[in-house]
């Protein structure tokens, strides 16, 4: 067997004696801006995008993931190595933990998660892994086909959500349908209810490794509308509330006894039109979607929809993710873009069919973007959607015009473009060979300076090609009420919801 150099040494503060922890008591709740799909109960239909963890945070455990001031923490994995070759990665499981129903966290529950994971970037990671062997309870190891620099990124990162752990006998006990109507895991806390399109409620698992979670409930309640979220949040309803824009943000800014927390995701949000594949499309024509980038004033968008505080980015990768690329910030001319429309044969402009986003960005980013396109002579019409309804839609490719696409996911360039650029991939209407080329030359080398060079050479083809319209970038307004101590945004590096939960607090009566 091969030999294993170790990489992360056990983190001495978790092997410490625990000390016996005060019961958790009171109850935390968020207004939630989306509906909360079935769906984001289970990780093994993790999107690539980061919307699930705010559930999977709670309810699951992961063999490593983000936690404050460490992007790779040992979880259920007190440990891992890698072999000299770098083909073989190994784990070793915490010894103790279980799930919420009793039954201890195995390799085979690992090896079983990985190979039912069927969300984002699933095709990649199940064809770089040749196998997943358990060699014990305790220990499994991923053999990979060829060494991989990015595997840890793709799999331990909330890039996708391979690394999240189920247990492989209720699920096979209960089925698909059954495991979602009533998950089960090995997180801080365990599901007690679920009304659909209502609320969720959870309750701490007081046998979480970690620690005892403070807090006893967790309440998720569903409030789309977002006048109605502040109301809650100032009557007291709710305790954090997501996802605030406008003049909305502004009265919130205002509210005595209200707290405005913004935090710094690595968001991007963009129009993706989808017909640019279609030679007989308006939108085939490069002039035009430069026609469109430039008709957006983002700066605008930024003053009347986030304060000022969005960090403007030039494309879908954000500036804060490895392998960025540094291109041009997408400008403001709509002179240009009328001259763009005439030399594309437009002088006139063109029906340029709908945009489609959900009842968050659509709204937020998607009206103003229209408002634009109107401006310079590409009609468009707005039309939005409940989040989960938009993100299958997207996926299974039956959304057509202009797409307010977004991501907060974690990772890096290869994990953002995988996910929208990369035949094969869910979110993909249509490639470049050449961006493909690119991608999967990447993927096998080893050599980061060369890495790098592969993903901004890729990441500016699609600059060049507009094949994405840059709206915004990174932000997240969210609002807290007075009863948190510790409410937990910020407390992971760029990650836009409260976690971890079992450090949340409330403040003593």
Known sequence: MARFVCLVALVASLLA???AAAAPEGQLTWGIHITLAPTYFDPAETPGLVTPFMILYALHDALVKPMPGQPFAPSLAES???SKDGLVYEFLLRKGVKFHNGEPVTSEDVKF????YRGGAATLLHGKVARVETPDARRVR?????????FMTFYASPAIGAAWIVPKAYVEKVGEDGFKRAPIGAGPYRFVSSKPGVELTLEANEQ????????KTLVFRVITDESTRLAALKRGEVDIAY?????LAEELKRTPGLT????????????????QFDPKSPWADVRVRRAASLSIDRQAINQSQYLGLARLQSGIVPENQEYYWAGPKPGHDPKRSRQLLTEAGYPNGFDGGEVIGDTVYGAALGEPAANFLQAVGIRARLRTMERAAFTSGFGERKLRGLLVANSGASGNAATRLETFAVTGSRFVYGTYADVDGLFAEQVNEQNPRVRKQLLDRAQQIIDERVVFIP????????????RPEVHGLGLLSYYPYSAPYEDLKLKKK
């Open 471 to 482: 709206v915004m970038g990174s932000i997240f307004i969210n609002g807290v009420g007075s």
């Open 243 to 247: 996802s605030f824009t406008g003049p």
């Open 113 to 116: 998660s990985f190979e039912r």
């Open 208 to 215: 979480y490794w970690r620690k005892v979670p403070s807090v």
């Open 260 to 275: 405005l927390a913004p935090v710094y995701p690595p968001f991007t949000a963009w129009l993706y039109p989808t017909e």
């Open 17 to 19: 004696p625990r000390v």
């Open 142 to 150: 991923l053999v990979l086909k060829q060494p991989w620099a990015d």
């Open 80 to 82: 891992w190595t890698v």
